[in-house]
């Protein structure tokens, strides 16, 4: 069936530095893809979506990458803080699925001092 | 405006006992969904409604029951309650069915079945 994963379920980071956060797909006919934050004990957070139809879109520190041609998505976090410290998920949904979100296994960054 | 609100925030059951895990939006959202996430596993989604009076089964739906008698409320009930079922339920709302709309996701339920 189709699914959504990531690549590395851990990232450590140097705060200061650059996040990158790798997702791969399946779905071809995907059609808009999201990035969510998660702290703990809170629920998923928007963090920054991008449609199928477009292959980056930057927001304040954060940008998404998308290639279509080989279905992977990325996340950006430029500057990376420690309260960037979350799982980040990567979710995509498709007209094709009911617009039904379906979600990557996550991956945990940490942010060290 | 409080957005996706959910109770209760923990819940413990034994094994058999029924409950329900209550989800309200204020926000006139058509789409809600639940989803149950477990470790390593993100999330994976239990029913899912779009619109009053419409609910439909996600990739887990056994063991629960919704209805969506309004359009505020989205209430996700456990039918008997199993060990298998012990994770964190959250539930979401988002403001179209046929559009790709962000989800406005709740603080969660963490239910533990004993």
């Known amino acids: 069936g189709e699914s959504v994963g990531l690549h590395l379920p851990t990232l450590s980071v140097q705060e200061g530095d650059n996040s990158i956060i790798n997702c791969a797909y399946s779905n071809s006919a995907s059609d808009y893809f999201i990035w969510y934050k998660q702290e703990s004990g809170k629920g998923p957070q928007f963090i920054i979506d991008i449609r199928s139809n477009m292959d980056k879109r930057q927001g304040q520190r954060v940008t998404v990458l998308l290639n279509k041609t080989v279905k992977h998505l990325s996340l950006q976090i430029a500057a990376t803080q420690p309260g960037d410290s979350a799982v980040y998920f990567c979710a995509e949904n498709s007209r094709s699925n009911d617009y039904k979100l379906s979600f990557g296994a996550g991956t945990t960054v940490t942010v060290r001092a | 405006n409080a957005g996706v609100t959910q109770t209760p925030k923990f819940q413990v059951l034994k094994t058999g006992q029924s409950m329900t895990l209550q989800c309200a939006q204020d926000?006139?959202?058509?789409?809600m969904s639940w989803y149950r996430q477990d470790p390593g596993m993100g999330l994976r989604l239990i029913h899912y409604?779009?619109?009053?009076?419409?609910?439909d089964q996600g990739e887990v739906p056994n063991g629960y029951n919704v209805s969506r008698s309004t359009t505020e409320d989205f209430p996700l009930r456990l039918l008997s309650a199993a060990p298998s079922q012990t994770s964190v339920y959250f539930c979401?709302?988002?403001?179209?069915?046929?559009?790709?709309?962000?989800?406005?996701f709740g603080q969660g339920t963490r239910l533990t079945v004993v």
């Open positions: 409604s779009v619109g009053a009076g419409i609910t």
């Open positions: 979401a709302s988002s403001y179209s069915a046929n559009l790709n709309t962000e989800a406005f």
């Open positions: 926000m006139n959202h058509e789409y």
